[in-house]
Every structure is written in C-alpha cells, then in structure tokens.
C-alpha cells in the first residue's frame, strides 16, 4: 500500500467529490487534474484544507474546517466552491503578478 501525505489525502477527497477520474498526485500537497471536459487543473491546498488553483494562486473551494490556527489538525471531508475567486496565495512571485 501507497503511504500519502494529509495533504495528498485531502486532494483525493477533494477529487472525488468533484467527480474527477483523472488525478495524479504530483507532490507532497499537490495533483494534477483533467475533468470531464479536458481542462487541466492543477491543485494544491492551504493548512486548512482549502483547494487552490495552483497556476493562479486563487481560491477554488473552502473546506468546511474551522479556520483558527489551534484546529489544524481538523481534516475538511466537503468543500464548498468559491463563487467568485478572489483570495490568492500568490503574491511577489514577478512572473505570476495578477
């Protein structure tokens, strides 16, 4: 049996209650994802759980764990997407400006 890091785990969840068959794990805390109508993603999460676009650094889904730094260790089993996307975890990188 494969050993998969919480975050691994996580987007597996994830992947799975969106529906998408196609994912490959492709690091510690991220996957790379074709849905059924041949878009690429690539996913990866914050220390709560939420699942962000990784090319673009937004907000996809909000997990439904509390977000208060002493309740990590909470692991979100459903998420809830973004209506509009708007929070980035990119900020000075000079190629990925937004």
């Known amino acids: 049996m494969e ?7 996580i987007l597996l969840l994830y992947c799975n209650q ?14 790379r994802v074709i ?3 041949y878009h690429l993603l690539h996913l ?3 220390i709560y ?6 090319d673009t650094g937004r907000m996809i889904a909000e997990g439904d764990t509390s977000h208060d730094l ?3 260790y909470e692991l979100p089993t459903e998420w809830i997407p973004v209506e509009q996307p708007g929070l980035s975890i990119v900020t000075d990188h000079p190629e990925r400006r937004l």
């Open 70 to 72: 002493l309740r990590t």
């Open 18 to 31: 969106m529906g998408y068959k196609d994912v490959t794990l492709t690091g510690a805390a991220n996957a």
């Open 3 to 9: 050993s998969r890091t919480p975050a691994q785990r």
């Open 44 to 46: 990866t999460i914050n």
């Open 35 to 37: 849905t059924d109508d």
């Open 49 to 54: 759980g939420d699942i962000f676009d990784q």
